[in-house]
């Protein structure tokens, strides 16, 4: 059984930093390109940034570039996201995603405010 658990989101100031986790079970994660989406209140679900599988290739939306860095630990089945300089625009619940095959995690909330 296919599971994706996220953890590290929470309640951040403007310009802060956050580091999210996605836990990987019940695949051979290191076989599968790995993603993580957003939605924001009121939005559509958009893709925030994709990693090939050994972590070679990366692809970011415009509106996080150098800011936002994923990751992923193969031997710990865990992917990452690495938050810095947070805005109130980055405000959403976070969801891990295998990029091609349609497998979603649960979903953590990030919200940036003073």
């Known amino acids: 059984q296919v599971r994706l658990v996220e953890s590290g989101g929470g309640l951040v100031q403007p310009g802060g930093s956050l580091r999210l986790s996605c836990a990987a079970s019940?695949?051979?994660?290191?076989?599968?390109?790995m993603s993580w989406y957003r939605q924001a209140p009121g939005k559509e679900r958009e893709l925030v940034a994709f990693?090939?599988?050994?972590?070679?290739?990366?692809n970011y939306v415009d509106s996080v570039k150098d800011r936002f860095t994923i990751s992923r630990d193969n031997a710990k089945n865990t992917l990452y996201l690495q938050m810095n300089s947070l805005k109130p625009e980055d405000t959403a619940v976070y969801y891990c995603k295998t990029y091609y095959a349609d497998y979603w995690g649960q979903g953590t909330q990030v919200t940036v405010s003073s």
């Open positions: 019940g695949f051979t994660f290191s076989s599968y390109y």
């Open positions: 990693i090939s599988t050994a972590g070679g290739h990366t």
